[in-house]
Each structure stands twice: as C-alpha cells, then as structure tokens.
C-alpha cells in the first residue's frame, strides 16, 4: 500500500471499531491487529488512539454538516425546507450508520466544536433565522425563536437517534411524522403560551407539599 492506501485503511478500520466499541473500550492494538500491521504504523500515521479518533470524528461532522446545510441552504417554504432536513439527517444515519453512532457517542477528547451536540447547535442557529422570520409574520415574538429552535432540530436529532436502532418505520413516514408535529405544532402556536395545570399555578414553595411553616 501507498502512505495514503494504508491511511485510509486505518481510517476504514478504526472507524468501524469506534462504532462497535466507542472510544474507550477501542485500543490501537485491536486498530493495528484488524489492519495486520503493528503499532508503530498506526502511531506513525497519527500519533495516537486520539489522533485517529479525532480523524474519523471530523469527517463525519463534515458529511453530516454537508447533508443539513445542503437542505436549509436551498431555501423555499419553511415547511418544505422541515421536511428537506428531516431527510437530510435520517438519510445520513441510513448510508453512515457507524458514523452516526460514532457522532453520538461521548467521548473524553471530543472538542467542543467536534460534538453532535455542537453540530446540533449549529444547525438550531441557522432554523433561529427561518423562525424569526415566520413568528413575524404570524405577529409571534419572534424573540423567543431561538428556544424553538432548539426544541424542533432537538426533537429531529433525537429521532433519529431512536431510528438508528429501531429502522421503523420507514424513513419517508418517520419524516412525514416529525414534520406532522413539528408543522402543525407551529401553525397552531398561541402567543402567549401558559401552562394550565394547577401544580403551575401554585408558589414554589407549596409544590410536593403544604407551605413551609414561618420561623419563630
């Protein structure tokens, strides 16, 4: 093999291992012992266990970060562009299974802009805009948009996350269902929402019990 044949092995077989393993309980002997080569190769490629992790990690934030962008970047009716990134992400976890557990999983050399929740984070910023932007129009607050924001592509992240494992039911109904909620949720916002359960109407400090009893 060529210097960059035997690097895009490793890439190929560490990543499949940190998909199985997680960082963790994957060792560069197992990484060297699955490629056949010994340990001073893999350390020569990448200086390390973190080095190749971080390697594998970076690419697949960039396929995924490719994907969402792609369907936000297109523009179009809001609800469309729900339906675009819904697609995006789940079609991702369908061609990139081992990228995607690799994506969720925690681990102790993670970067704080290499993490799925920081790449979720981002994706929540770019659906802030779309959302001001609407609430306007609907004469909602368009000042509470970032939080919304937040609660849409968190609910998108976690479901595919659950379809990771589960793969049902198919990928075109689950996001024709987070779409469902997700849009008609929105249409049908009040703008002043409250909560009507008599446990929040009541002081915090009666909440679990009777008040406390005043100090002497």
């Known amino acids: ?25 994957t060792s560069i ?4 012992a699955r490629a056949e080569v010994s340990k001073p190769v893999v350390y020569e490629h990448f200086g390390g ?25 297109e523009g179009g009716h809001p609800k469309v562009m729900v339906e675009r990134s819904a697609l995006a ?9 081992d990228g995607f557990r690799i994506l969720v999983r925690d681990s102790p050399v993670a970067q704080a802009t290499g993490t799925f929740s920081s790449l979720i984070g981002d994706v929540a910023t770019q659906v802030e805009h779309l ?32 379809w990771l494992d589960a793969r049902s039911p198919k990928k075109a109904d689950v996001a024709a269902a987070l779409v469902n909620l997700a849009w008609n949720g ?3 916002m009040e ?26």
């Open 131 to 162: 959302l001001a932007e609407q609430f306007r129009k609907q004469q909602l607050d368009p000042r509470t948009a970032p939080i919304y924001a937040q609660m849409l592509v968190g609910m998108v992240a976690l479901t595919g996350q659950h």
């Open 1 to 25: 093999m060529t210097a960059t044949q035997r690097r895009e092995q490793l890439l190929a077989v560490s990543r499949r291992l940190f998909a199985e393993k997680g960082f963790e309980g």
């Open 186 to 188: 929105l249409s049908g």
């Open 29 to 32: 002997e197992e990484i060297a």
């Open 89 to 97: 992400l789940l079609g991702y976890i369908e061609d990139s299974e």
């Open 49 to 73: 266990k973190e080095g190749i992790y971080a390697v594998v990690v970076d690419r697949e934030i960039q396929a995924l970060t490719s994907a969402l962008s792609g369907a936000l970047d």
């Open 191 to 216: 703008r002043r929402p409250t909560l009507t359960t008599e446990a929040a109407r009541r002081p915090a400090a009666t909440r679990g019990g009777a008040a406390a009893a005043p100090a002497d």
